[in-house]
């Protein structure tokens, strides 16, 4: 029994051997990578704003309670625009010195609205209404979420198109019958333009007759990368 079973022992695992041999070798040749890609400009329809207000006083509870205040106010003025979003942003409170002395002066604090609004005419007469009070930091524009992924899905389809138009246009250079997909990956990336800074002298956006100004929002590009890796038949 055992002169029998060490051959067999043997045998066995030389056949496993070749089998694994042959499937790593069918899995590893006429492999080529290959990378394509779908892009598009798209219109920005999103605006995006950061207010500020910075005050100063004696007394820290009187300037709590007048930021607080202009911040109230601030939101109450923001429902008459039902499809603008606004929320508060960072907010901060700080002593400051006498330069030579060094004793305390007074208190100076600091408080953000952040304004996002696909309707840009809305936007801009609230951001009117609030420089009454308040300063613009920033304003840029960008692509909205549902404009993004409706156009990203568009792009995915005409990358994977893509790649396979140079997945067969290498077949044929190779003078192969066809290939297997071994692999695919699909990555998106998006553009978007800096925001626009904008000093106090310059940030009016409304004359004296509160009609709101226009705006340039732009685009940003979408892209769409396909890349994978194909095996020669």
Known sequence: MRYFTLPSIILGTAISTMTFAAETETLNYNLVNVQAEATRQVSNDEMH??????KSNKQPAE????????????IATA???????????????YPVYDNDSRKLKEWRGRAEINIESTNFKSASQLVSELQQNFQT??????????????VE???????????????????????????????????????????????????????EDSAAQNVASGESKITVNANGTIQFK
Not at 63 to 74: D, F, P, V
């Open 49 to 54: 704003a950061v207010l500020y207000i910075e």
């Open 63 to 74: 300037l709590a309670a007048q930021i607080t205040q202009l911040m109230n106010q601030a």
């Open 79 to 93: 429902k008459k625009y039902p499809d603008v979003k606004i929320e508060t942003g960072s907010q901060t409170t």
């Open 137 to 150: 930091q920033s304003i840029n524009f960008s692509v909205s979420d549902a404009q993004r992924k409706k």
């Open 153 to 207: 899905n568009e792009l995915m389809i005409e990358a994977s198109k893509n790649f396979q138009q140079r997945a067969q246009m290498l077949t044929q250079a190779w003078s192969k019958t066809g290939y297997n997909l071994v692999n695919l990956n699909l990555n998106t990336n998006s553009n978007y333009p800096q925001p626009v800074m904008m000093r106090a002298s310059m940030a009016k956006f409304a004359a």
